[in-house]
């Protein structure tokens, strides 16, 4: 018999989301193990490597189970990066429990999965996306490191069609972030750049895991 597919993955479980235009919502969140960029900003390092390996049977079990005591109808799938593993059999099997999945991907992978929202957070420093994801990309959101320009907004609105927002979201919500975030938003809007907006982590204002 062919031996099961398994998932290698950090931790399940049941909280608000944080972030992007979905923020507020009660989500079930699936951590995956594994990064291909492993940028030096992340605040989920401990995604990287380690994990525990479930076979999707297992997943979905503990996912229904939250839910008895947690009524959520999104489940988000993140990292590390999700699109690391194949998660394609994963996210038609959430479906078919009448789910909703979110993909949170730094662009630079392509599963043909069939998500409900994809928000894109490309990473610098070339802040590449795979182009078959651009058609069904939700929001993108971009950490606001020192190092973010003007520019790569500018090349990522080119590449998006205004109705996508473009969140600008202070890492780590450090001040020094969340004043050159402002900085990057008049700059934005001087530049005439639609739909660019400003972002947090609500996560780590409330508390929330």
């Not at 997943?59 to 999700?82: F, I, M, N």
Request: net charge positive; with cysteine.
């Amino acid at each position: 018999m062919p031996r099961p597919l398994t998932l290698r993955i950090t931790e399940i479980f049941a909280s608000i989301q944080g972030e992007g235009l979905r923020t507020g919502e009660p989500t079930i969140f699936i951590r995956l193990t594994g990064c291909n960029l492993c940028c030096r900003f992340c605040d989920t390092r401990y995604a990287w490597k380690g994990g525990q390996e479930y076979p999707i049977p297992r997943v979905l079990e503990k996912v229904q189970r939250l839910r008895h005591s947690y009524p959520a109808d999104w489940v988000c799938l993140t990292g590390g990066e999700p699109l690391h593993q194949e998660i394609d059999a994963l996210v038609r099997d959430l479906r078919r429990l009448r789910l909703r999945v979110q993909v949170e991907t730094n662009g630079t992978l392509f599963r043909p999965a069939r998500f409900n929202w994809i928000t894109l957070s490309p990473k610098p420093k070339d802040y590449f996306i795979r182009s078959e994801l651009i058609p069904d990309v939700k929001e993108i959101k971009l950490v606001v490191t020192k190092d973010l320009a003007l520019s790569t907004i500018q090349n990522l609105r080119k590449a998006f069609p205004g109705s996508i927002p473009i969140l600008l979201q202070p890492q780590s919500n450090w001040e020094a972030s969340f004043a050159h975030a402002r900085h990057l938003l008049r700059q934005s809007l001087n530049a005439g750049l639609k739909g660019v907006r400003l972002s947090f982590q609500m996560q780590k204002v409330f508390g929330f895991r």
